[in-house]
C-alpha cells in the first residue's frame, strides 16, 4: 500500500468560501478515497474517485484526479462551520492487498463563522 | 445499525500494564483494521485481518498483539512493551472489494488510551 500526501497541512477559510486541498502518491493506483475526520472521532468516508475517472461530484464536493501528475484535489464549496475537520486522501495501489489502506497526516481545515 | 463499536472510549493504564480494547462490527465485513493516531498527526497501521483466525502486522506492530477468533470481533491488547502507548485507537472494518465500494473503509469511534 502506499500513503498519500496532503497540502496544505492546515487551511483556515471564512464561512462561504471554497476551500481546495490537495493530494499527491507515488505509484499508480485502482482508486483514490477522501475521508474526513472531526476532532476525536473515526474517519468517515467522503467520497472515491477510480483511475478511470477525472472528476466527481457528490453534493458540495467536487474531487479530480490526474493520474499522468499522480494528484487528486478535493474542492469544498461554500464551505460551512460545520466542514471544520481534518481531511484524508487514501490512495489504492493498482496491486497488492486488496484490504489495506494507508493514510498520511491529513489536511486540517478550519472554517470560521 | 450497522456499524463498528470499540471500547472502552477513555482508558488508563499504568505502567506494566496489559490493557485490551475491544473492536465490535456487526457489518458482517471480511476485513478489519486497528490503526493509531497521535495528537495532529495521521494514521498509523498497528495490525490487520483480513479473514478469520488470520491477520498481519502493519507499519508498527511491536508492542501490541491482536487475535481474529470472530468474524466480528478484532480485539487489540497494548502489552507492556509498548513503550509510548497513550495515543488514540481507531478500529476500522472493510467488506469484500466490489466495483462500487472500491474497499471502502468504516470505521468505529475511537478510544482514548492515557498512561498514568
Known amino acids: 500500500s502506499q500513503q498519500g500526501e496532503e497540502d496544505p497541512q492546515a487551511l483556515s477559510i471564512q464561512e462561504g468560501e471554497n476551500a481546495t486541498m490537495n493530494c499527491s502518491y507515488k505509484?499508480?493506483?485502482?482508486?483514490l478515497q477522501w475521508y474526513r475526520q472531526n476532532s476525536g472521532r473515526g474517519l468517515v468516508h467522503l467520497i472515491l474517485?477510480?483511475?478511470?475517472?477525472r472528476e466527481k461530484h457528490s453534493g458540495r464536493l467536487r474531487v479530480t484526479l490526474d493520474t499522468s501528475k499522480k494528484s487528486s484535489s478535493l474542492l469544498i464549496t461554500a464551505s460551512r462551520a460545520a466542514d471544520t475537520a481534518s481531511y484524508f486522501c487514501a490512495p489504492k495501489n493498482s496491486g497488492g492487498s486488496n484490504y489495506k489502506l494507508t493514510f498520511g497526516k491529513g489536511t486540517l481545515l478550519t472554517v470560521n463563522p | 445499525d450497522g456499524g463498528i463499536t470499540q471500547s472502552p472510549k477513555y482508558l488508563f493504564r499504568k505502567e506494566g500494564q496489559n490493557v485490551t480494547l475491544s473492536c465490535e462490527q456487526n457489518l458482517n465485513h471480511d476485513a478489519m483494521y486497528w490503526y493509531r493516531q497521535d495528537p495532529g498527526q495521521g494514521l498509523r497501521l498497528i495490525y490487520y485481518s483480513q479473514i478469520v483466525n488470520d491477520f498481519q502486522k502493519g507499519d508498527i506492530a511491536e508492542g501490541y498483539s491482536v487475535s481474529r477468533e470472530k468474524k466480528e470481533s478484532f480485539p487489540l491488547t497494548v502489552t507492556s512493551a509498548q513503550k509510548n502507548p497513550t495515543a488514540f485507537y481507531l478500529c476500522?472494518?472493510?467488506?469484500?472489494?466490489?466495483?462500487?465500494?472500491?474497499?471502502?473503509?468504516?470505521f468505529g469511534e475511537g478510544s482514548w488510551l492515557t498512561v498514568v
Open positions: 474517485i477510480r483511475s478511470n475517472e
Open positions: 505509484t499508480s493506483i485502482n482508486n
Open positions: 476500522a472494518s472493510s467488506g469484500q472489494r466490489s466495483a462500487e465500494d472500491g474497499n471502502t473503509i468504516y
